[in-house]
C-alpha cells in the first residue's frame, strides 16, 4: 500500500513540475527582456559590443575576469589585449584574427546575475549570441562552480551550449483547436496534455504540433519562444600547472577540455569548418588562401561562389 501511495504521490510531483515550467519560463523571460519581450533595464540591455564582424568564423572567448581570456588571445591573434593581476581589466570588447580568417572577441569578464543585467553581462551575453563558438575560459585554481555560473548565466540569456535545435514544427492556425502528433514515442515527460497545458500559458490556443524526436518540456517550450542561440562550447583552463596529479586526472575525465596544441583542431571541429582550394584555370591550386564554408548548414556551389564574388553567379 505505501509504494503505490509514494508512486502516486511521485506522478503528482513530476504533473505539477510539467505545469510549472511553462509559468516559469515565461516570467523568467520577462525578467530579462520585460513585458512584451522588449529590452528592459538600461539602454545596452540586449545589445552587444559594436564589433563588426570579419572573417568567416566568430569565436568569443567568455568567463570570470581575470582568467587569462586576453592572454589566450594574445596567444591566438597576435593582438594586444591588455592584462593585469587585477579584475575587469578588459572594459570593452577586443578582436583579433587567427588563421584562416577566424574572428576571435575577447569580452569583459562576467559575473554571477550577469544575464539579468548585472556588470556589462547583458552585453558580454548578446555579442557571445553572434558567435558560431564560444570558449569558456577557466582558472584551473577556482572552483568547478564557477563554470555552472557560466553556463546558468548563457543558459538564462537563451544560449543553448552544445546541443542542437529539436525537431519540433509549430505551425500557428487562426481555429481549429490543437492539433498534436507524436512522429516518435514520446519518454521525457511530453504528451498530448502537457501540450496543451504550455500552449495555454502562452496564450496560443490554435496551432499544429508535430513533435519528429523524442523531447523534454523545456526544449518544447525553447521552440515556441523561438529565441534560442544553439551554439557548441569548449572549455579552456588556465594555469593549469598550479593543479595536482589528482586534480589533473579528474579534470582529465571531463570532456570537451583540451590543451592549446589541441585547440585549433577541436575549433575547426566544433564549427564544422572546411576548406575548398580554388584553382585558377592555367595555374597550380591556391593552398594559401582557402574558401571557408560550414558544413552544417550544408552549404551550396551558389554559396560557394558568393563568397569568392558576388557577381560570379550572374557571370
Request: aromatic share 6%; charged share 25%; net charge negative.
Amino acid at each position: 500500500m505505501s509504494d503505490a501511495i509514494q508512486k502516486q504521490i511521485e506522478e503528482i510531483e513530476a504533473e505539477m513540475a510539467r505545469t510549472l515550467k511553462a509559468k516559469l519560463a515565461k516570467l523568467r523571460s520577462e525578467l530579462i527582456n520585460g513585458p512584451g519581450g522588449k529590452s528592459a533595464g538600461s539602454k545596452d540591455a540586449g545589445r552587444g559590443f559594436d564589433v563588426t564582424k570579419s572573417g568567416d568564423t566568430r569565436i568569443g572567448l567568455v568567463g570570470f575576469p581575470s582568467v587569462g581570456k586576453s592572454t589566450l588571445l594574445t596567444t591566438l591573434t597576435g593582438t594586444r589585449s591588455e592584462a593585469a593581476a587585477y579584475e575587469f581589466t578588459t572594459l570593452t570588447c577586443i578582436p583579433g584574427t587567427m588563421k584562416s580568417r577566424i574572428q576571435v572577441l575577447d569580452l569583459p569578464g562576467i559575473i554571477e546575475g550577469a544575464a539579468e543585467g548585472k556588470g556589462r553581462g547583458r552585453q558580454v551575453i548578446s555579442t557571445a549570441r553572434t558567435c558560431n563558438l564560444i570558449l569558456i575560459v577557466l582558472d584551473a585554481a577556482k572552483p568547478l562552480t564557477h563554470k555552472k555560473i557560466i553556463e546558468a548565466e548563457l543558459f538564462s540569456f537563451g544560449i543553448r551550449i552544445n546541443q542542437t535545435a529539436p525537431n519540433i514544427k509549430i505551425v500557428k492556425k487562426e481555429n481549429g483547436g490543437i492539433g498534436y502528433q507524436e512522429m516518435v514515442p514520446q519518454t521525457r515527460g511530453m504528451n498530448s496534455e502537457v501540450c496543451r497545458m504550455v500552449l495555454k500559458e502562452f496564450k496560443i490556443s490554435c496551432a499544429e504540433v508535430i513533435l519528429r524526436e523524442d523531447v523534454t518540456v523545456d526544449q518544447f517550450i525553447d521552440v515556441i519562444e523561438g529565441n534560442r542561440a544553439y551554439i557548441p562550447v569548449l572549455y579552456v583552463f588556465n594555469k593549469i600547472d598550479a593543479l595536482t596529479i589528482e586534480e589533473l586526472d579528474i579534470l582529465d575525465q571531463m570532456p570537451n577540455y583540451w590543451n592549446l596544441e589541441e585547440l585549433m583542431e577541436h575549433i575547426w571541429e566544433k564549427c564544422n569548418m572546411m576548406r575548398i582550394y580554388t584553382k585558377p584555370k592555367g595555374q597550380v591550386p591556391d593552398y594559401d588562401e582557402p574558401v571557408i564554408l560550414h558544413s552544417e548548414g550544408n552549404p551550396t556551389v551558389e554559396e560557394f561562389c558568393n563568397r569568392i564574388h558576388r557577381n560570379l553567379m550572374e557571370q
